[in-house]
């Protein structure tokens, strides 16, 4: 069986805060991103485990190296690379399953690190359901009957997660608690984490009892046409994506648009 990894940082055990461990310029960044690199070699070996034969993680996390540590990457897990961050690249109908690691929730959610893509994003809806990453992810996959039946991350990661699709398999590896700042529209709330050592066991767990759901977990689907509106935390960020003449204004802060392929939305 064949498996691809979608992986972020924001979710990872440990890391909660965004300019010191998120940031390449944070003096945090290198742990974080090989606390991710350690959990995504737990999420390989219970996939492995569980019977996959082929595994494939793609960094989603900013610009190269995408909030993972190369050399330290599982011998058995193939990494696509200079991919960029605007999407996953390199998958098919060829994959058995899909798998999110190190993900958080969606602007406005409770979760540790919350937030939709961008910090300057407040909300989006895509055919009026409320979406962050991981639901298009999922949906991106979806188009090609990949079914998502795997999560990592933070408490509200995993609830986003199984709203969606819920004989998904979810590792929580932290929670948030009250919230401290705001950074655009992106939430820092103060933690409770597990252990990194704790979180790449129950991830490891998890993800090998993910790959018995295979099977029996649809892919997560939207039909088209596609209409995604957009609310942006401030007017300029609303202009800038009007310069797609297929992206229309509804408001101040707010765009709309639609597209019959999820591949031609932007933001």
């Not at 999110?100 to 961008?118: N, R, W, Y």
């Not at 993910?210 to 609310?231: N, Q, W």
Request: with cysteine; aromatic share 8%; proline share 4%.
């Amino acid at each position: 069986m064949k498996v691809y990894v979608v992986c972020d940082l924001e979710g990872v055990a440990g890391v909660v805060d965004f300019k010191k461990q998120c940031m390449e310029e944070g003096a945090y960044y290198r742990q974080a991103i090989k606390l991710a690199t350690h959990e995504l070699n737990a999420v390989v070996e219970g996939a492995l485990e569980g019977g996959a034969e082929e595994v494939y993680a793609w960094p989603g996390h900013g610009a190269f190296p995408g909030g993972l540590d190369v050399e330290g990457l599982h011998p058995e897990c193939s990494l696509v690379m200079h991919a960029g961050d605007a999407g996953p690249a390199g998958y098919d109908e060829s994959f058995d399953a899909m798998f999110l690691h190190g993900l958080h929730g969606m602007a406005g959610s409770e979760g540790v690190l919350a937030h939709s893509f961008m910090p300057f994003i407040e909300n989006i809806w895509l055919n009026d359901l409320k979406i962050g990453e991981i639901a298009m992810n999922m949906a991106v996959f979806g188009v090609h009957g990949v079914p998502t039946v795997f999560v990592s991350g933070d408490q509200a990661a995993a609830e986003e997660a199984r709203a969606l699709v819920p004989g998904v398999e979810a590792a929580v590896v932290k929670w948030g608690l009250d919230e401290k700042e705001k950074l655009g529209a992106l939430s820092v709330r103060k933690a409770v984490s597990l252990s990194p050592a704790k979180a790449q066991d129950v991830i490891r767990e998890a993800a090998r009892r993910a790959m018995t759901k295979i099977g029996s977990v649809e892919p997560f689907r939207l039909d088209p046409p596609y209409t995604m509106r957009v609310e942006y935390t401030d007017e300029k960020y609303a202009e800038l994506a009007l310069r797609d003449p297929d992206v229309k204004r509804i408001g101040e802060t707010a765009t709309n648009q639609t597209r019959n392929s999820l591949f031609e939305l932007v933001f």
